[in-house]
Structure formats: C-alpha cells, structure tokens
C-alpha cells in the first residue's frame, strides 16, 4: 500500500481529480427521497467541499428525485472550471420512494437529459450505468444494450465518459469491448472487500474505483478492535477507515457524504492520517475478521 498526501489525484474523465470527493446522496431527505430537513445546511456543505480543495462530486438525479441535482446546481452554478460532477443512471423512485430499475434505452436517454437540465449543464462529465443486480452487489448478465444506449450518448455530444457501477468484472469486460471505461464504483469498505482482485486490476489499467458506502452505508461499521486502533492513532474509526481506503490503492477516489460541515471537516481529515505497516496490517485483519476478505 503506497504513500499519499491530501493533494494526491489520479486521472478521471480526462483530468486529474483530488482522491477525496465528495457524494451527494444524503443531500436528498430520509431514504435519499424527498426534500432535506435544512437546505441551507446542504448548501453550506457543499460550498465547504469546493472551498476544502474537492474537485470530485458524486451524484444522480434519482436522488430525492431531482432534489440533490437541484441542490448542486444552486450551490456551485456556475462550476468551477475544475469541478468533475459523475452522475449515474439505472433507477429511478416511484412515488413511495421505491428504488426502480430504468435500462431501457429510452429511460437512460430520459435520465440524461434529466441530469443535465437540473444540474444546469450541455454535457455530462461522466455518467454511471448503475446495475440493479442484487441492489448492493452485483449479479452477472449482460449489459450490452445499456453500454450501446450510453455510447449512443456519447456520440450526441450529451455525454463525455462513460462508468459503471455495481458490476462484476466480466460485465466491465463487455463493457469495454464497446466503449472506453474511466471508472468503476462498487461497494467496498474495509470490511466488504470482495472486489480486492478487481481494485488491483483496474489500477493496472490506469481506471478509477471508487468506493460506494466507504464507510458502510446504511449500517455503518462497527468494531471495537476499529474504534480502539482509532482512539491511538487520535482519529475516529470512520477517518481511519477512510484512510484506509487511500493507502489501499493509488486508483481508490473516495466520495463520502454528509449533509453537515463538520461532519465534512472530520471526513476531509482523514487525508492527512497517515498508516504504518504495522496499522496497515492490523486493519487489514479488523477486515477480515468482520467478514473481509
């Protein structure tokens, strides 16, 4: 596991993008459905992030729906010319707040041009296919016509680069026998590490992984083994499981959320910690103990 620094990039969509970004999911409301509690406070964090040195935002308008595009937009339009927003396409919400798949064509095409209108923008950095599979891991079949539809995309001028998200490796293969591939975006945390061989892989090919649920989503990670390793390093669990994460891989961009400033302010931190070999590879066993791999 290599060294880094805050300032650390790696290339994605043609530039090179700092490794702590920021994703906007939780800018939406409970469930990432419906309005936020305090608008001013997402608009606040946002604004944070960009003035922290984030030049990386992750996002979808099936968010809220609409909402946090909407969010983005009123913050930071007109964008830094640095900015990289990564936006993904796959689902959309039904009117209780149900996650439902959109792959058709049509739909992907319908998503693009919700994306750009509510993010304020002619042309999409980067757009995620994002498959359904078993909603936090991936399940093999072909996705083919989705590429194709995306590529389509691409050549209209509305797209520049293309992802994936929630894919198996040979899904990213049929995917790069259409279409160049700049990122993958996946679960994975120190405790959820099934795509291990696929991080190294893409490094290999000099493409972006980047973790969804860095810090466990929903069910955040717990450990006690974590929380005391944390408490000598004088950093939270969740910035040393952050850490983590960087020191893992030079291809690792991470985008944690948060709709709180200082919430933010703990995340951004957790550039600066640095990992011993000897703390390396006592995470790396809080790992598989937890049910790493």
């Not at 946002?46 to 040195?53: D, K, M, N, P, Y």
């Not at 064509?105 to 757009?127: A, E, F, T």
Request: proline fraction near 6%; aromatic fraction near 4%; charge should be negative.
């Amino acid at each position: 596991m290599p060294n880094f620094n805050s300032t650390d990039t790696f290339p994605l969509a043609g530039r090179p993008v700092r490794r702590m970004g920021y994703g906007a999911m939780q800018l939406a409301g409970p469930g990432v459905f419906g309005p936020p509690k305090d608008r001013d406070a997402c608009l606040a964090v946002l604004r944070e992030a960009v003035a922290s040195g984030v030049n990386h935002i992750d996002t979808s308008d099936f968010y809220g729906p609409h909402i946090t595009n909407q969010i983005i937009r009123e913050a930071l339009h007109p964008y830094p010319d640095d900015l990289t927003i990564v936006t993904k396409l796959g689902a959309v919400r039904g009117d209780d707040g149900a996650w439902l798949s959109a792959r058709e064509p049509d739909d992907l095409r319908r998503g693009v041009h919700d994306n750009l209108r509510n993010l304020g923008l002619d042309v999409l950095d980067v757009v995620n296919i994002r498959v359904m599979g078993n909603v936090h891991s991936p399940a093999e079949g072909s996705i083919e016509e989705q590429v194709v539809a995306l590529a389509e995309l691409q050549r209209d001028g509305l797209v520049k680069h293309i992802g994936l998200s929630n894919v198996t490796a040979t899904q990213i293969a049929e995917a790069q026998r259409i279409v160049p591939i700049v990122c993958v975006q996946n679960h994975y945390n120190l405790v959820q590490r099934e795509d291990d061989a696929l991080v190294d892989q893409l490094a290999a090919q000099g493409i972006a992984y980047v973790p969804f649920f860095p810090l466990g989503g929903f069910t955040p990670i717990q450990s006690s083994a974590l929380s005391d390793l944390a408490h000598t390093l004088n950093a939270t669990p969740m910035q040393v499981a952050l850490a983590w994460l960087l020191h893992r891989s030079p291809n690792i961009l991470l985008i944690p959320g948060t709709s709180s400033v200082a919430h933010l302010r703990e995340n951004m931190q957790a550039a600066q910690l640095r990992l011993s070999d000897d703390v390396l590879a006592e995470l790396d066993s809080i790992g598989r103990a937890s049910g790493g791999h």
